[in-house]
């Protein structure tokens, strides 16, 4: 398995931005994916889900109604759409499957915002 994370980067209050996941070694379409973070001191988080199949998403009540998780089974990739972003949600974004009782992590992108 080896998940990939990238498209992090520094954003303004308000502003958007997507980060993307690129899944190998495993049969994506089988399988559901998450979006952790983890702030500096804090631990680490869920922030999105989405299943498979049927593509249910859930989300933490925190990031409800500006995030958006979503995949394209053809790239074998998870996206985070994150609008309205505020400086809370400043983490390192980690992408995660859960499979046969494991837990398989990306390395992360960096999430900054800040004006």
């Known amino acids: 398995v080896n998940l990939v994370e990238s498209g992090g980067g520094l954003v303004q209050p308000g502003g958007s931005l997507r980060v993307s996941c690129s899944a190998s070694?495993?049969?994506?379409?089988?399988?559901?994916m998450s979006w952790y973070r983890q702030a500096p001191g804090k631990e680490r988080e869920m922030v999105a889900r989405?299943?498979?199949?049927?593509?249910?998403?859930t989300y933490a009540d925190a990031v409800k109604g500006r995030f958006t998780i979503s995949r394209d089974v053809p790239e074998n990739t998870v996206y985070l759409q994150m609008n309205s972003l505020k400086p809370e949600d400043t983490a390192k974004y980690y992408c995660n499957l859960r499979r046969q009782g494991s837990n398989y992590w990306g390395q992360g992108t960096q999430v900054t915002v800040s004006s």
């Open positions: 989405i299943s498979s199949p049927g593509g249910i998403t």
């Open positions: 070694g495993f049969t994506f379409s089988s399988y559901g």
